[in-house]
């Protein structure tokens, strides 16, 4: 079995917004998808975690796209290991069309917790850290792998989200795609119209559940860049963001 997984998907029109153009959300969500079909394939995906009481958590995330699909197109989401530590994994993305076109890149760091004391536990301890034999080195991804989205006391209160059903994945917590959702809703329809998605990063904190209230902070960091800082309860952050637009 090839190190590197592809997975065809379709850009549905119910997945696509105004533009007719696939949303950030539903592209992080593939990628995501893709994930765990490649690491279900090679012995260390979420079927098999779950019976054993483990669960990959996403820790970050960055996508960088030049263009998102348009709808009814088909592409492929690429994704391939490119490293392995005892507490934290790195896995790469390449959105690539039937044409060889390539549309962006993601970059994303995973964490795999014991699902019954929520903490951190051994990658390694998984079929003798057989994780190790999928890692691909000598595979481009030519996008930033981010860092700490830095923010300061003058971001404000922009919006508060209260948590639904809908919010909450497998893992009982808030979903990782909702909180991308949630975050590009701080723009109106007419910023849109004006504006593309270049770059978004997320970085995850803490769990939040349903029945939280989300509040979040928004600064400007630079023209058309912009940083959130997600928390719950008020005070407790669960995770920041960059975007970044093109206009």
């Given amino acids: ?65 030049d263009e998102m699909p348009q709808m009814y197109t088909k592409f492929n989401v690429e994704t391939w290991v490119e490293s392995a530590m005892r507490y934290f994994t790195s896995r790469n993305f390449r959105v690539v069309g039937e044409d060889g076109k390539v549309y962006g890149y993601g970059r994303s760091i ?24 999928w890692i691909v080195t000598d595979k481009e991804c030519p996008i930033d792998k981010g860092g ?6 003058s971001a404000r209160l922009v919006a508060t989200v209260e948590t639904k059903y809908n919010d909450v994945d497998i893992n ?19 910023w849109y119209r004006e504006h593309q998605i270049k770059r978004f990063e997320i970085a995850y904190v803490a769990e939040a559940h349903q029945g939280d209230t989300l509040s979040f902070y928004m600064m400007q960091t ?21 975007v970044i637009f093109n206009k």
Wanted: glycine share 6%; hydrophobic share 40%; net charge negative.
């Fill in 1 to 65: 079995m090839d190190k590197i997984g592809c997975y065809q998907f379709l850009a549905e029109p119910f997945h696509c917004d105004f533009s007719q153009r696939l949303f950030m959300g539903h592209m992080g969500n593939h990628m995501l998808n893709a994930a765990d079909y490649h690491s279900s394939a090679r012995g260390f995906g979420m079927k098999y975690l779950m019976t054993i009481k483990r669960s990959w958590v996403l820790s970050r995330l960055a996508i960088e796209m």
């Fill in 110 to 133: 995973w964490a795999m917790i014991d699902t019954e004391t929520r903490q951190p536990t051994d990658i390694y301890a998984i079929d003798n850290g057989a994780i190790n034999n």
């Fill in 148 to 153: 700490r989205v830095k923010m300061d006391d």
């Fill in 172 to 190: 009982g917590h808030i979903n990782s795609v909702k909180y991308i959702e949630h975050v590009l809703d701080l723009w109106n329809l007419d």
């Fill in 222 to 242: 630079a023209e058309n860049e912009y940083c959130v800082r997600i928390c719950k309860d008020g005070d407790v952050e669960c995770c920041r963001s960059k």
